[in-house]
């Protein structure tokens, strides 16, 4: 199985980010605004009561959401195909996207909702083997298709079939990235978080030209086989024939 070069995959993101970086820096402060307007006022709370309570389901729902529109956008940032910041922002939910996205999302969460019940190991497998489904979402609804129930779901798992200690050791790669993260009081974000989910968007895009280029090999086989299976009843033809 062909596997993808994570330098080459990380030299792709940084270069669909150049003379971007302003648009970037500004999507990762809206998206640290709407993580922090949701935590804080929990976190207070929770303090102040010493209940033991973590978010609130809304919370959970409002942070879930705002990072599967961050990470769509910097699909888009990849592809060359981004628009305005505001109609970026909007784009998960607009041009007839908004049910596809909503439903993958639920699908994506209660399938790995399930899987972490049974233990977290296969929690973690189940959001890898997910990794794709929001992409594909976006791709299939941009092509005139909408999401109706686990569709993505499926195809991201199938997808995902040998690539998922990939991509989880290309995230394991910005551990010291997130490290100065921490270090920089969230400052470094601007920079990191950017360059990660264009770094994942390059992944998807490795990867469905991988799948492309492994159903074009079985095409061309099944193409030979047939020609060849041609080939060997003309010569066995005449032998066949009665003789006089």
């Known amino acids: 199985m062909q596997h993808l070069d994570r330098s080459l995959l ?16 500004l999507l990762t402060l809206l998206y640290m605004l709407v993580t922090g307007v949701v935590m804080v006022p929990s976190i207070l709370a929770l303090v102040a009561s010493d209940s033991g309570r973590g978010l609130p389901f809304t919370g959970d729902v409002a942070i879930s959401l705002a990072g599967v529109v961050l990470t769509l956008i ?26 596809p996205t909503l439903i993958n999302w639920l699908m994506t969460v209660v399938f790995t909702f399930l899987w972490t019940l049974l233990l977290i190991i296969p929690g973690i497998i189940a959001r890898y083997s997910y990794a794709l489904s929001y992409y594909l979402t976006d ?58 989910l264009a770094t994942r968007a390059a992944f998807y895009r490795g990867i469905v ?3 492309a280029d492994q159903q074009a090999a079985v095409a061309q086989a099944a193409a030979q086989g047939a020609q060849g299976a041609g080939q060997g009843a003309d010569q066995a033809g005449p032998s066949a024939q009665p003789q006089a």
């Open 209 to 211: 030209a991988l799948e």
């Open 10 to 25: 990380k030299a792709e993101a940084k270069a669909s980010l150049e003379g971007k970086w302003g648009s970037a820096v």
């Open 139 to 196: 791709d299939w609804a941009s092509q005139g298709y909408k999401v109706t129930g686990a569709e993505a779901v499926t195809a991201s798992k199938q997808m995902m079939r040998g690539h998922k200690w990939e991509l989880f050791v290309l995230d394991l790669s910005f551990l010291g990235w997130y490290l100065l993260v921490a270090i920089t009081f969230g400052l470094a974000s601007f920079y990191v978080t950017p360059y990660h």
């Open 74 to 99: 910097f699909l888009h940032v990849f592809d060359g195909t981004d628009r305005s910041f505001g109609q970026e922002l909007a784009s998960p939910f607009t041009n007839g996207k908004a049910a």
